[in-house]
């Protein structure tokens, strides 16, 4: 299986910044993409952003220009760096990856446990 551990979430004035990060472990073969996605209160939950193995990202356009995911794949980690944040970004923020496991022929998804972000007016 493949395990995601997020870290970075907390309580911020609107305005400010938070970084999350990603780590993904376990008996992964292959990723093929991993970002964030965000699920707030009575709502679904939406994509965030998300970087596939070739380095191309995608966002939602409520945060283009606002938030920006980085990697570092040797270490299988993710970065959302979350800058200019607004009341609207509280949500609770899950880390997901498409990845590929040893045992198995198929690529398949995976997500985080989440991570709290709280952006006060």
């Known amino acids: 299986q493949v395990q995601l551990v997020e870290s970075g979430g907390g309580l911020v004035p609107a305005g400010g910044s938070l970084r999350l990060s990603c780590t993904a472990s376990?008996?992964?073969?292959?990723?093929?993409?991993m970002g964030w996605y965000r699920q707030a209160p009575g709502k679904q939950r939406e994509l965030v952003a998300s970087?596939?193995?070739?380095?191309?990202?995608t966002y939602a356009d409520s945060v283009k220009g606002r938030f920006t995911i980085t990697r570092d794949t040797a270490k299988n980690s993710r970065y959302l760096q979350m800058n200019s944040l607004k009341p609207d970004d509280t949500a609770v923020y899950y880390c997901?990856?498409?990845?590929?496991?040893?045992?198995?022929?198929?690529?398949?998804?995976?997500w985080g446990q989440g991570t709290q972000v709280t952006v006060s007016s």
């Open positions: 376990g008996q992964i073969s292959g990723i093929s993409s």
């Open positions: 970087i596939t193995a070739g380095g191309m990202a």
């Open positions: 997901h990856a498409f990845a590929l496991i040893y045992s198995a022929t198929r690529y398949d998804h995976y």
